[in-house]
């Protein structure tokens, strides 16, 4: 009596005993570290050997009984690791920080889970955690990991709140939990607003990376040579391209300072409204391009489309030179489909006659920069012949005088067109697309540098491509309006295919630009990674691509939406009786089958009322001895049995307290031969 009055005021004063904590604490530690393992390739090294190191000496103090940092030392600690994550994210505050802040917190807290409300403090921060993993990726194993993380931490919730069942116990009623609440999960995903930007509200100016900018200049690309990230994956409808035919168009820049070049002034219109004509020949042709594409978050207004575009989304905008952009920077993946009509086609749209002083801009815009490449420029001009003639002369340069490709580049001078044409002639796609440019230009050809992508990757179980950031590429398109009247076409060459013909058909990172699909060659670990990537873009364009859109068409479609207005009754409804039907199944499982804090009482009982079922019932008020010598001499048989489970039982209940391991070992051994006990088998002598 007297162990159970202090064990009751313990618990009330919020205190356990050092055996007790050991119990409670070593499940939250592992919880932290499961919630916090995604991010560590992203986090500091830094944070992640600091976590390490407060965990370790948690986990050995229970060994070796060091004591618990002071309350000074751990504000000592905590102010060390502010100081260290604000001259680590000093250049912005992002998710990188945000996560970073949360594994620091993480990584102290378990100092001061001597109270069982700091533990349940501990444990809520584990679950905001376990939330963060989608700042990095919605990918399908992040998924399943974040699942298994929410198991771990639900199983140590559970220890912490019944500490008297064991762990075996604590897993299968987490794991009915989650079970139970899955139902939920999926009516909130359908019909819960969803939200248009970013989680909170709020948009990480880190977020994404891409390899094209509102800029370009020598360096601009080839720095991300080596970048494997995907930049997006797109599916083809009807037809498939050629792999000479995978330029893929985002920005074209028109204006040209010497050293970088820029995209000009442009009026926008939605990419909905395109003009019928367009529209019908884009219907009509039978080499109209249709793509379904899901692109990475690359924070840019950008959107990626087979060169060149006639018909986008709904939500997208026309830009200058055929390109689509995005209303808003695109922070997350987003997934829609774009129509183009490939050069060369016979139903492509002429473009009308661009603005003649625009070559004239670019040249006086330079001042007195590049003189040597302005002098052969006037030999090109005085050089009879089409504006094609003229191409092939100024390609048949890069040709014949040693040009070289290459991921390093030597830097440049004051005048860099001039010192890559006559001095260095090496260089990477950037180098020769704003050479070729500025040499057409200064010859009387209007010519801008298209940026984009260049190749993709043939997933041959998903058959779609895979375009990575290291795909990136810049070429050049030149006017010749000679052949049409008031009208002309913006032509597409490419100066990096005359140094290096194999790059067309040869990505960057050494992988065969593959049309045909075909499995069967690969090596084993090859096609297991396109099978796993095959199958987490099928989860990526169901979860990511079921946006606000696809919300709303959905809702539309069931009659709870009207005229593009939320039926807000109906929707309010609807998430209602989700939500009261879930807290009715756990009310009505908890009711039925109450959840024993006494592993020993209820095991007990399980073998009173096996025995019950054989005949042999219990009295009221019978003691377990008196219980024993009862049963034993209805069925001699189970003698053996008996005897040692009522042995187990009152060495549980009254042998008193001895050390927690052995306690479990006996508990587990008496459930053990409770749940083998089956009287209803034997036979009387």
């Known amino acids: 009596?007297?162990?159970?009055?202090?064990?009751?005021?313990?618990?009330?004063?919020?205190?356990?005993?050092?055996?007790?904590?050991?119990?409670?604490?070593?499940?939250?530690?592992?919880?932290?570290?499961?919630?916090?393992?995604?991010?560590?390739?992203?986090?500091?090294?830094?944070?992640?050997?600091?976590?390490?190191?407060?965990?370790?000496?948690?986990?050995?103090?229970?060994?070796?009984?060091?004591?618990?940092?002071?309350?000074?030392?751990?504000?000592?600690?905590?102010?060390?690791?502010?100081?260290?994550?604000?001259?680590?994210?000093?250049?912005?505050?992002?998710?990188?920080?945000?996560?970073?802040?949360?594994?620091?917190?993480?990584?102290?807290?378990?100092?001061?889970?001597?109270?069982?409300?700091?533990?349940?403090?501990?444990?809520?921060?584990?679950?905001?955690?376990?939330?963060?993993?989608?700042?990095?990726?919605?990918?399908?194993?992040?998924?399943?990991?974040?699942?298994?993380?929410?198991?771990?931490?639900?199983?140590?919730?559970?220890?912490?709140?019944?500490?008297?069942?064991?762990?075996?116990?604590?897993?299968?009623?987490?794991?009915?939990?989650?079970?139970?609440?899955?139902p939920l999960v999926v009516v909130l995903f359908l019909v819960f607003p969803r939200l248009p930007d970013s989680l909170f509200g709020i948009q990480d100016p880190t977020a994404g990376r891409s390899g094209l900018s509102n800029t370009l200049s020598p360096g601009k690309i080839s720095s991300l040579a080596k970048d494997q990230t995907p930049a997006f994956?797109?599916?083809?409808?009807?037809?498939?391209?050629?792999?000479?035919?995978?330029?893929?168009?985002?920005?074209?820049?028109?204006?040209?300072?010497?050293?970088?070049?820029?995209?000009?002034?442009?009026?926008?219109?939605?990419?909905?409204?395109?003009?019928?004509?367009?529209?019908?020949?884009?219907?009509?042709?039978?080499?109209?391009?249709?793509?379904?594409?899901?692109?990475?978050?690359?924070?840019?207004?950008?959107?990626?489309?087979?060169?060149?575009?006639?018909?986008?989304?709904?939500?997208?905008?026309?830009?200058?030179?055929?390109?689509?952009?995005?209303?808003?920077k695109v922070t997350k993946k987003i997934q829609y489909e774009v129509t183009s009509l490939i050069p060369g086609d016979a139903n492509h749209p002429l473009?009308?006659?661009?603005?003649?002083?625009?070559?004239?801009?670019?040249?006086?815009?330079?001042?007195?920069?590049?003189?040597?490449?302005?002098?052969?420029?006037?030999?090109?001009?005085?050089?009879?012949?089409?504006?094609?003639?003229?191409?092939?002369?100024?390609?048949?340069?890069?040709?014949?005088?040693?040009?070289?490709?290459?991921?390093?580049?030597?830097p440049l001078g004051t005048h860099p067109i001039d010192d890559f044409l006559f001095n260095t002639q090496s260089g990477y796609c950037e180098h020769y697309a704003s050479a070729l440019a500025f040499l057409l230009n200064s010859a009387g050809i209007p010519a801008r540098v298209v940026g984009g992508y260049l190749g993709g990757e043939l997933n041959p179980f998903g058959n779609f491509l895979t375009v990575r950031q290291s795909y990136a590429h810049a070429w050049v398109e030149y006017f010749d309006g000679t052949a049409f009247k008031n009208t002309g076409d913006w032509i597409r060459t490419d100066p990096t295919g005359?140094?290096?013909?194999?790059?067309?058909?040869?990505?960057?990172?050494?992988?065969?630009?593959?049309?045909?699909?075909?499995?069967?060659?690969l090596p084993f670990m090859t096609r297991l990674g396109f099978a796993l990537e095959a199958l987490n873009l099928k989860w990526e364009t169901w979860f990511t691509g079921y946006s606000a859109f696809e919300q709303n068409a959905w809702l539309k479609a069931m009659g709870l939406i009207k005229n593009n207005q939320a039926g807000g009754p109906m929707l309010f409804f609807l998430t209602l009786c989700g939500i009261s039907l879930f807290a009715g199944i756990l009310i009505w499982r908890f009711k039925k089958k109450p959840v024993s804090s006494d592993p020993v009482a209820l095991a007990f009982e399980q073998f009173t009322d096996k025995l019950s079922r054989a005949g042999i019932v219990r009295a009221p008020g019978q003691g377990p001895v008196a219980f024993a010598q009862a049963c034993i001499h209805q069925r001699p048989d189970l003698t053996d049995e008996i005897q040692l489970i009522m042995e187990l039982y009152i060495g549980l209940r009254y042998k008193g307290s001895g050390s927690v391991m052995d306690s479990d070992q006996e508990s587990d051994r008496f459930r053990v031969c409770v749940k083998r006990f089956n009287p209803s088998k034997k036979k009387k002598r």
């Open 1 to 182: 009596m007297r162990t159970a009055y202090f064990t009751a005021v313990s618990k009330q004063q919020g205190r356990v005993s050092f055996d007790q904590e050991k119990k409670e604490a070593v499940p939250i530690i592992i919880a932290l570290v499961s919630a916090i393992a995604p991010h560590v390739p992203g986090l500091p090294l830094w944070i992640t050997l600091w976590c390490m190191a407060m965990w370790g000496y948690m986990l050995a103090r229970f060994k070796t009984g060091w004591p618990l940092p002071s309350v000074s030392m751990r504000y000592l600690l905590t102010f060390i690791g502010l100081a260290g994550l604000l001259a680590t994210f000093r250049q912005g505050i992002g998710a990188d920080a945000f996560v970073g802040l949360m594994a620091l917190m993480a990584a102290i807290k378990p100092f001061e889970m001597h109270t069982h409300r700091h533990r349940m403090i501990t444990l809520l921060l584990t679950y905001f955690i376990i939330i963060t993993a989608l700042f990095r990726s919605d990918a399908l194993l992040i998924m399943i990991y974040m699942i298994f993380s929410v198991f771990v931490t639900t199983t140590a919730l559970i220890r912490i709140n019944a500490p008297d069942i064991n762990m075996n116990q604590c897993r299968r009623l987490a794991g009915t939990i989650l079970a139970q609440a899955l």
């Open 233 to 328: 994956r797109v599916e083809f409808g009807n037809i498939r391209p050629r792999s000479d035919q995978l330029y893929w168009r985002a920005i074209v820049f028109e204006e040209f300072d010497g050293r970088t070049w820029r995209p000009s002034a442009e009026k926008t219109q939605a990419a909905g409204n395109h003009p019928t004509d367009e529209a019908k020949k884009a219907a009509q042709s039978r080499t109209a391009i249709v793509q379904t594409i899901l692109l990475a978050p690359h924070n840019t207004h950008w959107l990626m489309a087979l060169d060149r575009p006639v018909k986008g989304p709904n939500w997208a905008l026309n830009g200058q030179g055929r390109t689509l952009k995005s209303r808003k």
């Open 351 to 410: 473009e009308p006659v661009p603005d003649q002083n625009l070559a004239a801009k670019i040249i006086s815009g330079n001042g007195a920069l590049n003189p040597k490449t302005r002098k052969f420029a006037q030999t090109l001009r005085q050089t009879p012949g089409t504006p094609a003639d003229k191409v092939r002369r100024a390609l048949a340069y890069f040709r014949e005088n040693g040009f070289s490709y290459t991921l390093t580049p030597p």
């Open 498 to 521: 005359v140094v290096v013909p194999n790059r067309v058909r040869t990505n960057p990172d050494g992988s065969s630009v593959r049309i045909a699909p075909g499995n069967r060659a």
